[in-house]
């Protein structure tokens, strides 16, 4: 004969407080972009400005690409921050679309082995070979 279970006590949820969290002035970014340079010089930074993400810099670096870093300079986050509230990407300016708009250019030309074959270039017969299966 099963026991009786105790009567359901549904779980208390502990809900922490958010801390709380400054945007940065220019100011700040500067310093954290400076110490990038000190620390990584083999890296070419364009510039760094105040992220639209709370206590993050928002790093372009020579390249194109965007990094982010928080007021010290010790991380470096290589990341795509979606901003969730509008659907789009955070942070997003001209200068990052026209980064995004360089990087996503597609071939003109086919890539042997990579690009697929057109219709007219596929050869005539089976594409695939049937696999004998074992007795």
């Known amino acids: 004969m099963p026991a009786d279970l105790p009567p359901y006590a549904p779980q208390v949820a502990i809900v922490a407080p958010a801390p709380e969290c400054r945007y940065l002035t220019n100011s700040e970014a500067q310093v954290a972009l400076q110490r990038l340079r000190q620390r990584l010089p083999s890296t ?6 105040p992220s639209e993400i709370c206590g993050l810099v928002r790093v372009q670096l020579a390249s194109g690409k965007v990094v982010y870093t928080e007021p010290t300079g010790r ?3 290589l990341m795509f921050a979606l901003d969730t509230h509008k659907g789009s990407p955070a942070d997003n300016g001209e ?3 026209q980064a995004i708009e360089s990087r996503s250019k597609y071939p003109t030309t086919a890539i042997p082995g990579l690009t697929p074959p057109t219709l007219e270039e596929l050869p005539a017969g089976p594409l695939m070979t049937p696999v004998p299966t074992a007795r």
């Open 95 to 97: 200068q990052l679309e």
């Open 75 to 77: 991380y470096l986050m």
């Open 44 to 49: 070419q930074f364009d510039n760094a400005k």
